[in-house]
């Protein structure tokens, strides 16, 4: 199963909601590779891979063809590994625009490979750009996260058009997993005005599991790891814990 | 003067800090442009002017050369004009990859209509694409908020190396204007370390004024007004305010 984490608002939560994911399936001894495709390459950095530490990086696979086998590496997670993103990604959408099958590319470089695990997450950039469509048409399915903020609802009515056209015509099989609502804070009332907006219009889509804000969430890249290690009692993992474990009930019900 | 915000990493106050200092530039009766080059239009929502209710955005200057005068518009505030963005610009990083010229694009729309006003400031996409070239291409400055937390940090040095390129080939006049921290959160000790760390590296460069995560911030944009009509007397405001006149400070020491 391959999930995309997509959202073209920034600083909703894409990275930290895929890497937490990701780090949770693999703790239920699921398989898991993490792909990142956001030049920012902020996954492989909150999961210790620094930057430009590897040697190649999913730019090499989507640029120069190269095999990624050879681009996999392990984390210090058992079951998860990761494709790591470089910052030459920044140059690929320029790159990418005159390619063949420009947005079948990441498709294809998982085909091989992606057999091997039982899930594949795919954290993306905040836009709308070629890596983005790139990310759409590999996946089985897309998560949204959405932050509990005034400004995050303008851009779903974008977000799910493009969506829609992706499903039309590069990838019908396209389905949309779910929406997450991310960085919730009880003090304010807008954030609960936020969520109860999406539930009206989306209530099969919405999971129940809400992220709260939380500081430990935002200190765990700074340490280089997910929630079920840096902090597993904390309410934030348990909220991505309670997220997974609804995310596989609803894989039983397609 | 014309001022670009850029930061790729989303989420991180690029639209908030934009508006809120267009808005007390116009408060001190400066004549201000804003222009929003961000599909997602956050910034023309946030002054109250629905993404796709002008008939031409910048798309339509950027690749039909529609002539800025027809896209400018008056927003409630004096001394406030707004040249808005729309939906269609997602497609125009695409679109420009074969035009001539297609760095300078902004630059030249801007130039006929620019010196009416003694401030534009120009709200980009997170990203480093061709938009944002186009915004760091145009300006005279560049100004870069940045969130107190660590994921924020690690994109810094790829936005500054951007810069440079620009400063090297595009852009020879183009300045670093300054770094603002934003959604500063006081109870967090992460947040305090990310400040000392953008200081060390940066003590001509980081702004004085600190801008607090705070609630009224967020709540503004759902009504469409800046912060010095939402609610001049919050420590939003007032941040703000004191980051215009460190600004402007800055201006006579050139
Ligand atoms: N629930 C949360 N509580 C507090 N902080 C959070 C939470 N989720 C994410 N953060 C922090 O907020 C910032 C934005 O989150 P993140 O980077 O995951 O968003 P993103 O959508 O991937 O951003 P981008 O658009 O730049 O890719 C990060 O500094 C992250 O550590
Ligand atoms: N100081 C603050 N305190 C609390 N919330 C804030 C603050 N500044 C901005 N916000 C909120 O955080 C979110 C992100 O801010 P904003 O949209 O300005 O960032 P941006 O960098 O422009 O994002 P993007 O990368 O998507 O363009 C918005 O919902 C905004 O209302
Ligand atoms: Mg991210
Ligand atoms: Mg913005």
Do not use: W
């Amino acid at each position: 199963m391959i999930y995309t984490f997509a959202n073209q608002k920034g600083g909703v939560g894409k990275t930290t909601t895929a890497i937490n994911v990701a780090a949770f399936l693999a703790a239920r001894e699921k398989k898991v590779l993490l792909v990142d495709v956001d030049p920012q390459a902020n996954a492989s950095s909150s999961l210790g891979v620094a930057r430009d530490a590897a040697l190649y990086s999913i730019y090499h696979a989507l640029i120069d063809q190269t095999p990624l086998d050879q681009i996999v590496m392990l984390t210090k997670r058992l079951h998860l590994d990761l494709a790591p993103a470089s910052a030459a990604l920044a140059g690929a959408e320029v790159e990418l625009v005159a390619a063949e099958n420009r947005e079948y590319l990441l498709k294809q470089i998982l085909a091989p490979i992606a057999p091997r695990y039982d899930y594949v997450i795919i954290d993306s950039p905040p836009s709308l750009g070629l890596l983005t469509l790139n990310a759409l048409v590999a996946a089985d399915a897309v998560i949204i996260p959405i932050q509990c903020e005034y400004l995050a609802l303008e851009g779903l009515s974008q977000l799910l058009h493009t969506v829609e056209l992706v499903q039309q015509s590069l990838n019908p099989q396209l389905r949309i997993g779910g929406m997450v609502m991310t960085m919730y804070d009880s003090r304010t009332h807008l954030a609960l005005q936020v969520i109860e907006e999406v539930a009206k219009h989306f209530p099969a889509l919405i999971f129940r599991s809400i992220i709260p804000r939380s500081v430990r969430i935002a200190e765990a890249p700074s340490y280089g790891e997910p929630l079920v290690s840096f902090d597993p009692k904390s309410r934030g993992a348990q909220a991505y814990e309670a997220l997974t474990v609804e995310l596989l009930e609803r894989e039983l019900q397609i």
